[in-house]
Every structure is written in structure tokens, then in C-alpha cells.
């Protein structure tokens, strides 16, 4: 969904760096996500956040921190990234009005490598 | 916890003719069911959802679905397939987090082959 950006696309790093991907949209939701997708494991839930001052890990959230900046911007940090850290990361957003049926809007990716 | 199953990695078939991709779930309540399509160095995209009545879902790109209630399934179809819908297809289903809300628990993904 081209409504939803994140940067970088691509990302090189070493491992103990600190690293941030960032994320925005300008889908107007309230509620945005993190996720992670490995192969053969589907996307596994990082943290979301269902307005600014709201933050919940997910099932997978040591390693990783975020910060919900503005309605429109969520990014997810790395404070000393690891090799298992290596994966395809997404960014979505959805609508709180649609209810339990909800669905998720995602952004291109971007794809982390740690030596 | 609510689960999704995608008993296939792989699902090959040869353009025109139809195909099936297939999601079994395990829920404890009602069930609301997705499914996604990954294409190449894109982000997921919505393809169709059930909340509630007709069990036959229409989505987009002419791909259908199903929900069986009896076999706990919800098989994503398209009766003529295209080179084009070669991706990679997840199923979903609603969850209760611990706070109350929701979240969406993905399937491992299903990678389609449609060969020309």
C-alpha cells in the first residue's frame, strides 16, 4: 500500500549496532504495527500501538523497542541487533472503526541483514 | 489461542486452470478469517475476509473463498488462473490480545506457482 512508507528499504548492519526503521502512512489510522516474517514462519507480532500514547509488546518484542512519534509515525528500534535479527520487517496500520473486522494495511518492507 | 493452518508450502498449477489454496483454523469462538497475498519485494495485501453470512466470499483479482464451518476451513479458490497470481498467500484469523483488543495471527504462508 503506497499509503504506508518505510524506511530504509534495505539495511546492512553489524552486529551491537543500534539501528531504527521508521514507518509512515497517511492512512489517517489510529492503530499501527510491527511485524517481522521469516521463512516458513509466517509474521510474528513485534509491538503495536493502537494510538500515541498507547505501546504494547507483542509476542516477540525483546531485542526491539519502538516509539509512536505522531499519529502518522511509528518506528521500531534495534539497540544492539543480532544475527537473528536478520529478517524481512513490515510496518501496518488499520482502522479502529472497522471493528472486528478490521483489516491490515501493510507497508513494502524493509529488509535487514546483521553480520 | 485461536491458530491458523496452511498444510501446503507449495502449490503448483498450470495457468487456466483453477486453483486452491487451503487454511484450516482452530478458534475457540466465532471466527474471522483473512487472507493476504505477498507479491515479490511488496508488502501484504488485503484479499477477502469473513466476519459473518454468506459462507462463499468474493475478493479481489477474482479469487474466492469458502468457509466451512464443519471442517474448520477456509480454502482460497480462483476458477481460472493467471502467471500473475504467482505469490505468496497467507491465511489469518482474529485473536483476543490479553488486553482485550484484537490481533491478526498469521499462517505460515502458501507460495503459488502458476505456470504458463
Known amino acids: 500500500d503506497a499509503d504506508v512508507t518505510q524506511t530504509p528499504r534495505n539495511r546492512i548492519t553489524k552486529t551491537g549496532k543500534r539501528i531504527m526503521l521508521e514507518c509512515s502512512q497517511t492512512k489517517g489510522h489510529d492503530r499501527m504495527y510491527w511485524y517481522r516474517q521469516d521463512p516458513g514462519l509466517g509474521l510474528r507480532l513485534i509491538y503495536y500501538s493502537f494510538d500515541v500514547k498507547d505501546i504494547n509488546k507483542g509476542e516477540i518484542s525483546d531485542g526491539y523497542s519502538v516509539s509512536r512519534q505522531a499519529q502518522a509515525k511509528f518506528s521500531l528500534s534495534l539497540e544492539s541487533a543480532i544475527p537473528n535479527q536478520t529478517a524481512l520487517y513490515f510496518c501496518?496500520?488499520?482502522?479502529?472503526?472497522?471493528?472486528?473486522?478490521?483489516?491490515?494495511?501493510f507497508g513494502p518492507g524493509t529488509r535487514l541483514l546483521v553480520l | 489461542a485461536q491458530s491458523v493452518a496452511q498444510p501446503e508450502d507449495q502449490v503448483n498449477v498450470a495457468e487456466g486452470n483453477p486453483l486452491t489454496v487451503k487454511c484450516t483454523y482452530s478458534v475457540s469462538g466465532n471466527p474471522y478469517l483473512f487472507w493476504y497475498v505477498q507479491y515479490p519485494n511488496r508488502g501484504l495485501q488485503f484479499l477477502l475476509k469473513y466476519i459473518t453470512g454468506d459462507n462463499l466470499v468474493k475478493g479481489s483479482y477474482g479469487f474466492e473463498a469458502e468457509f466451512n464451518k464443519s471442517q474448520t476451513s477456509f480454502h482460497l479458490k480462483k476458477p481460472s488462473a493467471l502467471v500473475s497470481d504467482s505469490a505468496l498467500y497467507f491465511c489469518?484469523?482474529?485473536?483476543?490480545?490479553?488486553?482485550?483488543?484484537?490481533?491478526?495471527?498469521f499462517g505460515a504462508g502458501t507460495r503459488l506457482f502458476v505456470k504458463a
Open positions: 501496518a496500520t488499520s482502522d479502529r472503526s472497522e471493528g472486528i473486522g478490521e483489516t491490515q494495511y
Open positions: 489469518a484469523v482474529r485473536d483476543r490480545y490479553f488486553t482485550g483488543g484484537f490481533k491478526t495471527i
